[in-house]
């Protein structure tokens, strides 16, 4: 392309905003911007601690608060349940051996 | 309605006269956004943000000027804010950081869609040098080339005299031709 075309393609670049027509923005813009501004609204609470449950980090750390909340809450039960087991079994062998009574009489009584 | 009397409405929280002004300017909104940051769903975001911005600050409208050039400086510092942060969002990447990776900040292809067909292709080229244009002449010639604003308006609206916009826009012709002459003869020798 010699330095005559160079200058052409130019000024035709330059002219090419010539007859634009403005772009326009997609429907419902307004709602948008109404929706906008409700949950930005001082008064709307429920919409202001949605925003704040909604943010990844609080989600996440209240994900994390729940699963360690579940692994305790398991592991507790866990552990209890492990202990009942085993004082009923001591219950029942003390039952069944009779190894705390000192006579036949001591058992009927039980 | 004349203007004081909007204002006023507006002041008072008047959802109907918000709603009138949105109509009215959503377009001269979302046009120069979309002249600024080239890209569709960013301009639609930041002309959300500036009728939000535009309720919100209307108290510190001191009505000295006409109620759209105060919009339109809302709408230019939004969306030049949002062209800076994503700058830096862009070179700031830590793994950029850590290998020292220059980042090339090319951007897309974008095509207007107010552009007449045949033009489609120079307005592309056009809009890339206009991103390597000064701030000041690029918000200049965006808002004579694609909004139609007179140098008076322009003045207003940037807050500058009307020689200073009469010199930004022989800027800003002489910059591009020089920024489309490097470039077809680097593409095209």
């Not at chain 1, 419902?28 to 001082?42: E, S, V, W």
């Not at chain 1, 809450?73 to 000192?102: L, P, R």
């Not at chain 2, 006269?17 to 975001?45: H, P, R, W, Y």
């Not at chain 2, 793994?95 to 067909?117: M, Q």
Request: proline content about 3%; overall charge neutral.
């Amino acid at each position: 392309m010699d330095d005559h075309k160079i200058n052409n393609k130019i000024t035709e670049v330059l002219n090419s905003f010539d007859g634009v027509e403005r772009a326009v923005p997609k429907p419902f813009l307004l709602t948008r911007i109404n929706a906008r501004l409700q949950q930005a609204a001082p008064g709307n609470s429920w919409g202001k601690a949605y925003a704040f449950i909604s943010r990844p980090l609080v989600a996440g750390l209240g994900l994390l608060l729940f699963l360690m909340v579940n692994l305790i809450i398991i592991s507790q039960n866990k552990n209890t349940a492990g202990g009942n087991i085993a004082t009923q079994n001591t219950n029942t062998a003390q039952y069944e051996f009779a190894i705390n009574v000192a006579s036949i009489y001591d058992i009927e009584n039980q | 309605m004349n203007q004081p009397d909007i204002i006023e409405r507006l002041k008072n929280g008047d959802r109907n006269v918000f709603s009138e002004i949105v109509e009215a300017c959503k377009d001269m909104v979302f046009n120069t956004t979309l002249g600024i940051v080239q890209n569709e769903e960013d301009a639609e975001d930041i002309t959300q943000e500036v009728f939000i911005q535009v309720y919100e600050s209307i108290n510190q409208f001191r009505g000295d000027a006409k109620l759209s050039t105060w919009i339109y400086r809302i709408t230019i510092s939004k969306a030049l804010d949002f062209e800076k942060k994503k700058r830096r969002q862009k070179n700031g990447g830590l793994l950029k950081r850590i290998f020292n990776e220059k980042s090339e900040d090319e951007p897309a292809h974008f095509n207007h869609p107010g552009i007449v067909l045949d033009e489609k292709e120079n307005a592309v080229v056009l809009f890339k040098a206009l991103n390597k244009l000064p701030e000041k002449q690029r918000i200049a010639f965006i808002l004579h080339k694609l909004e139609a604003q007179s140098y008076q308006e322009i003045a207003a609206v940037m807050k500058i005299s009307l020689m200073a916009v009469e010199s930004l826009q022989v800027r800003a012709k002489n910059n591009l031709r020089n920024i489309l002459k490097e470039y077809y003869e680097q593409h095209f020798k």
